[in-house]
C-alpha cells in the first residue's frame, strides 16, 4: 500500500512538457507574425521611417533658404518627379492645395515653424510627424489622378481639427506650366 501511493503523489511531467511546448510555439508564432507584419509594410506597402535626418532653424523659415514662400507647392524635376515642399504651422499647411502628378515619384519634404504636427494623405504610405528644427522627407507615387485629403494627425493646439490640406493629384501631361522652371506651384497655378 505504501508504495502505491508514493507511485501516485508523482508530478504528472508528461503533461508539462506538452504545455511548454505550446507555449513555445504560440511566442515564436507571434515574433514570426510581427516580423512578417514589418516587412510586408516596409517591402510592399512602402511605409518607412523617416531615415535621412536634416536639421534647419524652424524660427527662421521665412527668412531664406529651402522653405522660402516662392519655394513652397510643387517642382517637377526633369526626369518627370516631383518635389513638394510644404511649412506646417499653428494651423495650416502652406500652402493648403497641393498640386502633384500621377504615376511619377514625388519626394514631399515638410518643416514645421512651431510645434510638432503630422500629416497623412489618406490610403497612400505618406504618414509622418513633422517636429521643429527637422525636415520631414517623404517618397511616394500617387497613381490615380484625384483629390485626396491631408490632415494634421498630431495634436498642436486649440485650432488642431481645422488643420488640413488637399492633395490634388492630375495627369503628367496636364501639369501647371513653369513647374518645370524651377518655379514652385500649386492649386491656385
Ligand atoms: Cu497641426
Avoid at 96 to 114: E, H, L, Q, Y
Avoid at 145 to 172: D, K, N, S, T, Y
Amino acid at each position: 500500500m505504501a508504495e502505491i501511493s508514493a507511485t501516485a503523489k508523482l508530478p504528472p511531467s508528461g503533461d508539462k512538457h506538452v504545455a511548454e511546448r505550446l507555449w513555445v510555439i504560440f511566442v515564436t508564432g507571434i515574433i514570426v507574425l510581427l516580423v512578417a507584419v514589418v516587412v510586408y509594410t516596409s517591402v510592399h506597402l512602402g511605409f518607412h521611417p523617416p531615415s535621412q535626418v536634416e536639421t534647419i532653424d524652424s524660427t527662421a523659415l521665412h527668412t531664406g533658404g529651402e522653405f522660402t514662400e516662392a519655394n513652397l507647392g510643387t517642382v517637377i524635376a526633369p526626369d518627370g518627379s516631383a518635389v513638394v515642399r510644404v511649412v506646417a504651422q499653428q494651423y495650416a499647411f502652406v500652402p493648403n492645395c497641393i498640386v502633384v502628378p500621377a504615376g511619377k515619384p514625388v519626394t514631399i519634404r515638410v518643416a514645421s515653424a512651431d510645434v510638432v504636427h503630422g500629416f497623412i494623405v489618406q490610403g497612400t504610405n505618406v504618414n509622418a510627424m513633422v517636429v521643429p528644427g527637422y525636415i520631414t522627407t517623404v517618397h511616394t507615387t500617387f497613381q490615380d489622378p484625384g483629390e485626396r485629403l491631408m490632415p494634421c494627425h498630431e495634436f498642436c493646439g486649440v485650432g488642431h481639427q481645422a488643420m488640413w490640406a488637399h492633395v490634388r493629384i492630375v495627369e503628367a501631361s496636364r501639369f501647371p506650366t513653369g513647374a518645370d522652371k524651377q518655379k514652385a506651384v500649386n492649386c491656385a497655378s
